[in-house]
T-cell receptor, first 116, second 114 residues
Framework: SAVISQKPSRDICQRGTSLTIQCQVD?????MFWYRQQPGQSLTLIAT?????????ESGFVIDKFPISRPNLTFSTLTVSNMSPEDSSIYLC?????????????FGPGTRLTVL | AQKITQTQPGMFVQEKEAVTLDCTYD???????LFWYKQPSSGEMIFLIY????DQQNATEGRYSLNFQKARKSANLVISASQLGDSAMYFC???????????WGAGTKLIIKP
C-alpha cells in the first residue's frame, strides 16, 4: 500500500492567516483526496485532486477558501485561507491505491489545525 | 441515496473479549465495497479491512473479520481478543464502482478496559 506523509502534523494559527498543508506519496497515484474532520465528526470530502487538472470541489467548499495544487503524481498541497476558528479540524489527504482489496483509500497521518 | 449507519456512538469492552461494531448501509449500486478504518487519538486514519459486494466469503485480516450479511445490508466488524491498543474511533465506509467517493458512517468510539 502507498505510504503517505503530511506536513505539518499540527499547527496553531491566528485567525485571518493561511496555512498550506503538504501531502507526499511514495508512489505515483492518479487520484488524491483532501478531507476535513471537524471535532467529534466523521470525514467530509473537500476536493479531489488529479494531476494536470483543476481540483474538483464538493458542495460547500470553494477554491478561494481551499486552493489545491497537484504539480505531479506524488505530491499535493491544500491551503486553508483566511482562517477562522471554525476551520479548526484535522485535515487528511488520501490516495486511491489498487491492491488485493481493490481500490482502497489510504490516508496520511493528518494535520491537526487549531485556529485561535 | 447511499448511506452508512453506525448505531453505536460508544462502546466499553473488557480486554481480551471479542467486540462487534455495527455497520449498516444503503445503496442501489450493484457493485460496491465496504471498508473499516481505525482512528486512534493521534488522528491518523488506518485502513483495517475490505469486503467487496461480490465476495463469497467474509473478509478476515488477523484479529479483524467482517461479518457481511448482504441481504440485511450489514457489514459488522468483529475484533477478536481485544487489546488496550484497540481503543480508538472506528469508521465504516462504502465505495462503489460508479463513484470513487467514500460514504462515511458517524463512527464508534471503542474503549477497551483493562
Amino acid at each position: 500500500s502507498a505510504v503517505i506523509s503530511q506536513k505539518p502534523s499540527r499547527d496553531i494559527c491566528q485567525r485571518g492567516t493561511s496555512l498550506t498543508i503538504q501531502c507526499q506519496v511514495d508512489s505515483q497515484v492518479t487520484m488524491m483526496f483532501w478531507y476535513r474532520q471537524q471535532p467529534g465528526q466523521s470525514l467530509t470530502l473537500i476536493a479531489t485532486a488529479n494531476q494536470g487538472s483543476e481540483a474538483t470541489y464538493e458542495s460547500g467548499f470553494v477554491i478561494d477558501k481551499f486552493p489545491i495544487s497537484r504539480p505531479n503524481l506524488t505530491f499535493s498541497t491544500l491551503t486553508v485561507s483566511n482562517m477562522s476558528p471554525e476551520d479548526s479540524s484535522i485535515y487528511l489527504c488520501s490516495v486511491e491505491d489498487r491492491d488485493r482489496d481493490g481500490d482502497t483509500q489510504y490516508f496520511g497521518p493528518g494535520t491537526r489545525l487549531t485556529v485561535l | 441515496a447511499q448511506k452508512i449507519t453506525q448505531t453505536q456512538p460508544g462502546m466499553f469492552v473488557q480486554e481480551k473479549e471479542a467486540v462487534t461494531l455495527d455497520c449498516t448501509y444503503d445503496t442501489s449500486d450493484p457493485s460496491y465495497g465496504l471498508f473499516w478504518y481505525k482512528q486512534p487519538s493521534s488522528g491518523e486514519m488506518i485502513f483495517l479491512i475490505y469486503q467487496g459486494s461480490y465476495d463469497q466469503q467474509n473478509a478476515t485480516e488477523g484479529r479483524y473479520s467482517l461479518n457481511f450479511q448482504k441481504a440485511r445490508k450489514s457489514a459488522n466488524l468483529v475484533i477478536s481478543a481485544s487489546q488496550l491498543g484497540d481503543s480508538a474511533m472506528y469508521f465504516c465506509a462504502m465505495g462503489s464502482h460508479s463513484n470513487y467517493q467514500l460514504i462515511w458512517g458517524a463512527g464508534t468510539k471503542l474503549i477497551i478496559k483493562p
